[in-house]
């Protein structure tokens, strides 16, 4: 199982990014996703989640209406769409693969789950 983020960069508040996940060694019916992020001397924080079967997806709170996960099963890659981007979204961003598909609904990561190096992502004020 392995995942791979990328799309992360600089820009300017107000601004939109799209972060890929590429995933190989499974496919994307069998695994939930989710993308959670980590900010210098804060903890790790869910954002999205898309589940394995119905594709059906959950946001925290504080990105709901601005950002949007999606996949392309042909692909292997899921995606985390990010508009009005602002200052406090600055993080690392990871996608994992949910060894429980039931912490998808709260966005919940644990060391435990398969997750690879994140893009760096910073909003500019």
């Known amino acids: 199982v392995q995942l791979q983020a990328s799309g992360g960069g600089l820009v300017q508040n107000g601004g939109s990014l799209r972060l890929s996940c590429s995933t190989s060694?499974?496919?994307?019916?069998?695994?939930?996703i989710a993308w959670f992020r980590q900010a210098p001397g804060k903890e790790r924080e869910g954002v999205s989640c898309?589940?394995?079967?119905?594709?059906?997806?959950y946001y925290t709170e504080s990105v709901k209406g601005r950002f949007t996960i999606s996949r392309d099963k042909a692909k292997n890659t899921v995606y985390l769409q990010m508009n009005s981007l602002k200052p406090e979204d600055t993080a690392r961003y990871y996608c994992?693969?949910?060894?429980?598909?039931?912490?998808?609904?709260?966005?919940?990561?644990?060391?435990?789950?398969?997750w690879g190096q994140g893009t760096q992502v910073t909003v500019s004020s």
């Open positions: 994992a693969a949910l060894l429980d598909y039931r912490r998808c609904t709260s966005v919940v990561v644990t060391t435990r789950d398969y």
């Open positions: 898309i589940s394995s079967g119905d594709g059906s997806t």
């Open positions: 060694g499974f496919t994307l019916d069998y695994y939930a």
